[in-house]
Protein backbone atom coordinates (compact mmCIF):
# COMPACT_ATOMS: atom_id res chain seq x y z
CA UNK A 1 0.00 0.00 0.00
CA UNK A 2 2.05 2.96 -1.28
CA UNK A 3 1.39 5.85 1.08
CA UNK A 4 2.88 8.30 -1.01
CA UNK A 5 2.08 8.36 -4.57
CA UNK A 6 4.08 10.17 -7.87
CA UNK A 7 1.37 8.83 -10.64
CA UNK A 8 3.37 10.75 -13.14
CA UNK A 9 6.37 8.41 -13.79
CA UNK A 10 7.64 11.52 -16.50
CA UNK A 11 7.10 14.98 -17.85
CA UNK A 12 8.73 17.08 -20.57
CA UNK A 13 8.85 20.83 -20.00
CA UNK A 14 9.96 22.99 -22.65
CA UNK A 15 12.89 25.07 -20.89
CA UNK A 16 11.67 28.80 -19.89
CA UNK A 17 8.12 27.24 -19.10
CA UNK A 18 7.07 26.15 -16.03
CA UNK A 19 7.40 22.35 -14.43
CA UNK A 20 4.47 21.06 -12.13
CA UNK A 21 5.24 17.80 -10.16
CA UNK A 22 2.69 16.24 -8.26
CA UNK A 23 1.93 13.95 -5.28
CA UNK A 24 -0.54 12.40 -3.61
CA UNK A 25 -0.56 10.98 -0.01
CA UNK A 26 -2.86 8.85 1.88
CA UNK A 27 -1.49 8.87 5.52
CA UNK A 28 -3.33 11.71 7.46
CA UNK A 29 -0.42 11.82 10.20
CA UNK A 30 2.38 12.95 7.53
CA UNK A 31 2.75 16.47 8.61
CA UNK A 32 6.31 17.30 7.20
CA UNK A 33 6.79 16.90 3.25
CA UNK A 34 10.02 17.24 1.51
CA UNK A 35 10.85 17.41 -2.50
CA UNK A 36 14.33 15.53 -2.82
CA UNK A 37 16.30 15.79 -6.70
CA UNK A 38 18.54 13.00 -7.61
CA UNK A 39 20.66 12.73 -10.60
CA UNK A 40 21.56 9.04 -11.90
CA UNK A 41 24.00 7.20 -10.15
CA UNK A 42 23.92 9.69 -7.34
CA UNK A 43 21.95 9.84 -3.95
CA UNK A 44 19.52 12.44 -3.69
CA UNK A 45 19.72 15.94 -2.65
CA UNK A 46 17.46 17.73 -0.22
CA UNK A 47 15.40 20.49 -2.38
CA UNK A 48 13.11 21.90 -0.29
CA UNK A 49 10.44 21.18 2.31
CA UNK A 50 6.78 22.54 3.78
CA UNK A 51 5.08 21.90 7.30
CA UNK A 52 1.59 20.81 7.28
CA UNK A 53 0.66 24.28 8.88
CA UNK A 54 2.04 26.39 5.47
CA UNK A 55 0.36 25.75 2.39
CA UNK A 56 2.91 27.54 0.78
CA UNK A 57 6.64 27.65 0.47
CA UNK A 58 9.18 28.84 -1.74
CA UNK A 59 12.71 28.99 -2.64
CA UNK A 60 14.42 31.05 -5.52
CA UNK A 61 12.87 29.02 -8.37
CA UNK A 62 11.28 26.07 -6.33
CA UNK A 63 7.81 26.76 -4.69
CA UNK A 64 5.90 23.60 -3.02
CA UNK A 65 2.32 24.24 -2.55
CA UNK A 66 0.27 21.63 -0.10
CA UNK A 67 -3.70 21.36 -0.05
CA UNK A 68 -4.01 19.14 3.44
CA UNK A 69 -7.70 18.73 2.42
CA UNK A 70 -7.13 16.38 -0.65
CA UNK A 71 -3.86 15.31 0.91
CA UNK A 72 -2.37 16.54 -2.36
CA UNK A 73 1.83 18.41 -2.46
CA UNK A 74 3.12 20.08 -5.97
CA UNK A 75 6.04 21.63 -6.62
CA UNK A 76 6.61 23.74 -8.84
CA UNK A 77 10.00 24.65 -10.97
CA UNK A 78 10.03 28.20 -12.82
CA UNK A 79 11.57 28.85 -15.13
CA UNK A 80 12.45 25.36 -15.88
CA UNK A 81 16.47 24.97 -17.11
CA UNK A 82 17.64 21.55 -18.82
CA UNK A 83 20.33 21.09 -15.69
CA UNK A 84 16.75 20.48 -13.79
CA UNK A 85 16.71 17.32 -15.39
CA UNK A 86 16.26 14.62 -13.26
CA UNK A 87 14.01 12.15 -11.18
CA UNK A 88 11.91 13.86 -8.32
CA UNK A 89 10.48 12.35 -5.26
CA UNK A 90 8.38 13.48 -2.89
CA UNK A 91 8.86 12.30 0.14
CA UNK A 92 6.86 12.48 4.09
CA UNK A 93 7.26 12.49 7.69
CA UNK A 94 4.57 11.28 10.22
CA UNK A 95 4.32 13.65 13.19
CA UNK A 96 4.69 10.57 15.69
CA UNK A 97 6.60 8.06 16.18
CA UNK A 98 9.67 6.76 16.90
CA UNK A 99 12.19 7.93 14.11
CA UNK A 100 11.80 10.38 11.35
CA UNK A 101 10.98 7.96 9.05
CA UNK A 102 10.50 9.49 5.53
CA UNK A 103 8.15 7.76 2.88
CA UNK A 104 8.89 8.06 -0.18
CA UNK A 105 7.09 8.53 -3.56
CA UNK A 106 7.85 6.51 -6.92
CA UNK A 107 9.61 9.55 -8.40
CA UNK A 108 8.80 11.40 -11.61
CA UNK A 109 11.25 11.73 -14.26
CA UNK A 110 11.51 15.38 -15.44
CA UNK A 111 13.28 16.57 -18.95
CA UNK A 112 13.61 19.60 -19.49
CA UNK A 113 14.05 20.03 -23.34
CA UNK A 114 16.57 22.72 -24.52
CA UNK B 1 34.43 19.45 3.74
CA UNK B 2 31.44 18.15 5.63
CA UNK B 3 29.87 15.30 4.06
CA UNK B 4 28.57 11.66 3.47
CA UNK B 5 30.99 9.26 1.78
CA UNK B 6 29.57 5.65 0.42
CA UNK B 7 32.66 2.86 -0.65
CA UNK B 8 32.61 1.69 -3.32
CA UNK B 9 30.77 2.92 -6.01
CA UNK B 10 30.32 -0.33 -7.72
CA UNK B 11 30.54 -4.04 -6.19
CA UNK B 12 30.39 -6.85 -7.74
CA UNK B 13 29.80 -10.08 -5.59
CA UNK B 14 29.37 -13.79 -6.46
CA UNK B 15 25.60 -15.41 -5.31
CA UNK B 16 25.84 -16.36 -1.62
CA UNK B 17 28.54 -14.13 -0.79
CA UNK B 18 27.96 -11.32 2.62
CA UNK B 19 28.76 -7.89 1.44
CA UNK B 20 29.42 -5.29 3.82
CA UNK B 21 28.54 -1.30 2.32
CA UNK B 22 30.80 1.58 3.81
CA UNK B 23 28.98 4.59 4.78
CA UNK B 24 30.40 7.23 6.79
CA UNK B 25 29.30 11.01 7.45
CA UNK B 26 31.61 14.05 9.27
CA UNK B 27 28.26 15.97 9.78
CA UNK B 28 27.87 14.96 13.43
CA UNK B 29 24.48 13.92 12.28
CA UNK B 30 23.19 10.95 15.39
CA UNK B 31 20.68 9.73 12.69
CA UNK B 32 21.77 7.34 10.09
CA UNK B 33 19.71 5.36 7.58
CA UNK B 34 20.30 2.95 4.95
CA UNK B 35 17.78 2.54 1.65
CA UNK B 36 18.13 0.34 -1.42
CA UNK B 37 16.36 2.09 -4.79
CA UNK B 38 15.24 -0.32 -7.89
CA UNK B 39 14.34 0.48 -11.11
CA UNK B 40 10.74 2.69 -11.14
CA UNK B 41 10.29 2.74 -7.25
CA UNK B 42 10.86 4.70 -4.80
CA UNK B 43 13.38 4.43 -1.81
CA UNK B 44 12.63 2.04 0.68
CA UNK B 45 14.18 2.00 4.28
CA UNK B 46 16.25 -1.21 5.70
CA UNK B 47 17.40 0.02 8.80
CA UNK B 48 18.20 3.30 10.88
CA UNK B 49 20.12 4.03 14.03
CA UNK B 50 18.97 7.12 15.87
CA UNK B 51 22.01 6.98 18.64
CA UNK B 52 25.05 4.79 18.52
CA UNK B 53 24.83 1.37 19.76
CA UNK B 54 21.22 1.43 18.79
CA UNK B 55 19.35 0.74 15.69
CA UNK B 56 16.06 -0.48 14.63
CA UNK B 57 14.84 -2.30 11.17
CA UNK B 58 13.08 -0.82 8.87
CA UNK B 59 10.68 -1.74 5.97
CA UNK B 60 12.30 -4.06 4.34
CA UNK B 61 15.15 -5.30 6.95
CA UNK B 62 15.28 -9.25 6.09
CA UNK B 63 19.16 -10.40 4.64
CA UNK B 64 20.47 -7.53 6.76
CA UNK B 65 22.64 -6.62 9.01
CA UNK B 66 23.88 -3.17 10.70
CA UNK B 67 26.41 -1.63 13.22
CA UNK B 68 26.84 1.56 14.78
CA UNK B 69 29.64 1.48 16.74
CA UNK B 70 30.96 4.77 16.37
CA UNK B 71 28.97 7.54 15.53
CA UNK B 72 30.74 8.44 12.03
CA UNK B 73 29.83 4.83 10.64
CA UNK B 74 27.19 2.82 9.75
CA UNK B 75 28.36 -0.29 7.62
CA UNK B 76 25.62 -2.44 6.01
CA UNK B 77 25.98 -6.27 5.46
CA UNK B 78 24.09 -7.89 3.10
CA UNK B 79 23.57 -11.53 3.93
CA UNK B 80 23.25 -14.35 1.63
CA UNK B 81 19.90 -14.44 2.90
CA UNK B 82 19.08 -11.46 1.26
CA UNK B 83 17.10 -13.00 -2.59
CA UNK B 84 17.67 -10.02 -4.54
CA UNK B 85 20.46 -7.99 -3.53
CA UNK B 86 21.47 -6.61 -6.80
CA UNK B 87 20.28 -2.62 -6.15
CA UNK B 88 21.58 1.04 -5.22
CA UNK B 89 21.94 1.51 -2.04
CA UNK B 90 21.86 4.73 -0.12
CA UNK B 91 23.41 6.21 2.54
CA UNK B 92 21.47 8.93 4.71
CA UNK B 93 22.14 10.90 7.84
CA UNK B 94 20.25 13.93 9.83
CA UNK B 95 20.62 15.40 12.92
CA UNK B 96 18.17 13.61 14.89
CA UNK B 97 15.43 16.49 15.88
CA UNK B 98 15.41 18.03 12.36
CA UNK B 99 13.64 16.37 9.63
CA UNK B 100 15.88 16.66 6.13
CA UNK B 101 18.17 13.87 5.31
CA UNK B 102 21.56 13.79 3.61
CA UNK B 103 22.23 11.40 1.24
CA UNK B 104 25.44 9.48 0.77
CA UNK B 105 26.33 9.00 -3.56
CA UNK B 106 25.40 5.76 -3.29
CA UNK B 107 26.78 1.88 -4.33
CA UNK B 108 25.41 0.03 -6.82
CA UNK B 109 25.31 -3.57 -5.92
CA UNK B 110 25.35 -6.40 -8.49
CA UNK B 111 25.49 -9.85 -7.54
CA UNK B 112 25.80 -12.73 -9.88
Known amino acids: DQQVKQNSPSLSVQEGRISILNCDYTNSMFDYFLWYKKYPAEGPTFLISISSIKDKNEDGRFTVFLNKSAKHLSLHIVPSQPGDSAVYFC?????????????FGSGTQLTVLP | DGGITQSPKYLFRKEGQNVTLSCEQNLNHDAMYWYRQDPGQGLRLIYY???????QKGDIAEGYSVSREKKESFPLTVTSAQKNPTAFYLCASSISQTNEQYFGPGTRLTVT
Open chain 2, 49 to 55: SQIVNDF
Open chain 1, 91 to 103: AAIPSSGSARQLT
